[in-house]
Nanobody, 125 residues
């Protein structure tokens, strides 16, 4: 069983920063790729950022490029999402996901088998 636990969400004013963490635990697992997704009320879940295990490949949604940074600490089995210059439109529940197979490019949410419970991020104007 693989478990993911997100933390770091909260309420922040526009222009502020938050750092989300996702701790991965469970039986031996090769999280070849990790991703952060978000879902706002009434909207579909969308990919925010992805990173491969060695960090050599990253992907960012156009809406967050230059503001968000995804990283991982393999020794701690933890994935991070540093979010700067936050905007009200970044308000959503943020989810961490991992997969032990990387397809070679950006993957939709449906291809990730393991998910965290989500953490709320609210950006006030």
């Amino acid at each position: 069983q693989v478990q993911l636990v997100e933390s770091g969400g909260g309420l922040v004013q526009a222009g502020g920063s938050l750092r989300l963490s996702c701790a991965v635990s469970g039986r031996s697992f090769n999280s070849a790729v990790s991703g952060w997704f978000r879902q706002a009320p009434g909207k579909e879940r969308e990919c925010v950022a992805e990173v491969t295990k060695n960090g050599a490949w990253t992907y960012y949604a156009d809406s967050v490029k230059g503001r968000f940074t995804i990283s991982r600490d393999n020794a701690k089995n933890t994935v991070y999402l540093q979010m700067n210059s936050l905007k009200p439109e970044d308000t959503a529940v943020y989810y961490c996901a991992v997969d032990n197979v990387w397809s070679g490019g950006p993957a939709p949410a449906s291809e990730y088998p393991y998910w965290g419970q989500g953490t709320q991020v609210t950006v006030s104007s």
